[in-house]
């Protein structure tokens, strides 16, 4: 089972699938999300998202302007209030 991933900006729904990696950008520097990560809540600061997915292939978007949760039952979900694919 891997990582359940929503990002999300403010005008509409950017990804949504599964990732064995998610890397984000903090104000405090990059932090990667796997399955098993311990939920917390971030700020998300201006910068690419890398999310790595099950099969190997990659998803690149920028995002800015919000903010990180990552649940209980592995999902992770990203809110900006600006984002959009890249790669």
Sequence with gaps: MALKVNLV????????????????KTPEGEIGFMKGHE?????????????TQADGSKVIADARDGFISMELGDELNIVAG??????
């Design 39 to 51: 939920p917390m809540l971030a700020i998300l600061a201006e910068g690419q998202v890398r999310i």
């Design 9 to 24: 900006s403010a005008a509409a729904e950017v990804w949504s699938g599964e990732a064995t990696l998610v890397v984000a």
């Design 82 to 87: 600006n984002a959009q694919l890249t790669a």
